[in-house]
C-alpha cells in the first residue's frame, strides 16, 4: 500500500504559479510510477502529467506542456508539480497518484493508489 497526501493548492491570479507536492509513505517510492491528475467542477477526471520510478521519463497533458513540470525526489518520497503561467481553466481539484511498476513508463490511466486532492482556483 501506498498512502498520499497533497499539499499546496490555494488561490491564485492568472498568470501565477503555484507549487503542488505530494507525500508518500508505505511501499517503496522508487518502485512506484506517479502522476497527476485533476478535476474540474461537472467534467471528468483527466490526465495531468506523469514520472517514472527513477523520473528520467515525464509525459504531459497537451493544455499545460511548457507551462507545468512534474518532478519527484525519491530520497523524500515526494513528486511535485510546478504550474507557472496558470490560467482560469486550470481550477480544479488537483490528484496525485500511483501505480506499482517494474517498468520504466509514464502511465496515464489504471493507476493503484490515489491521495485526497487539492482545490487549485485560478482567478480571472
Known amino acids: 500500500q501506498v498512502h498520499l497526501v497533497e499539499s499546496g493548492g490555494g488561490l491564485v491570479q492568472a498568470g501565477g504559479s503555484l507549487r503542488l507536492s505530494c507525500a508518500a509513505s508505505g511501499r517503496t517510492f522508487s518502485s512506484v510510477a506517479m502522476g497527476w491528475f485533476r478535476q474540474a467542477p461537472g467534467k471528468e477526471r483527466e490526465f495531468v502529467a506523469a514520472?517514472?520510478?527513477?523520473?528520467?521519463?515525464?509525459h504531459y497533458v497537451d493544455s499545460v506542456k511548457g507551462r507545468f513540470t512534474i518532478s519527484r525526489d525519491n530520497a523524500k518520497n515526494t513528486v511535485y508539480l510546478q504550474m507557472n503561467s496558470l490560467k482560469p481553466e486550470d481550477t480544479a481539484v488537483y490528484y496525485c497518484?500511483?501505480?506499482?511498476?517494474?517498468?520504466?513508463?509514464?502511465?496515464?490511466?489504471?493507476?493503484?493508489?490515489w491521495g485526497q486532492g487539492t482545490q487549485v482556483t485560478v482567478s480571472s
Open positions: 497518484a500511483g501505480k506499482y511498476t517494474t517498468l520504466e513508463f509514464t502511465p496515464i490511466g489504471d493507476y493503484d493508489y
Open positions: 514520472i517514472s520510478r527513477s523520473g528520467g521519463i515525464t
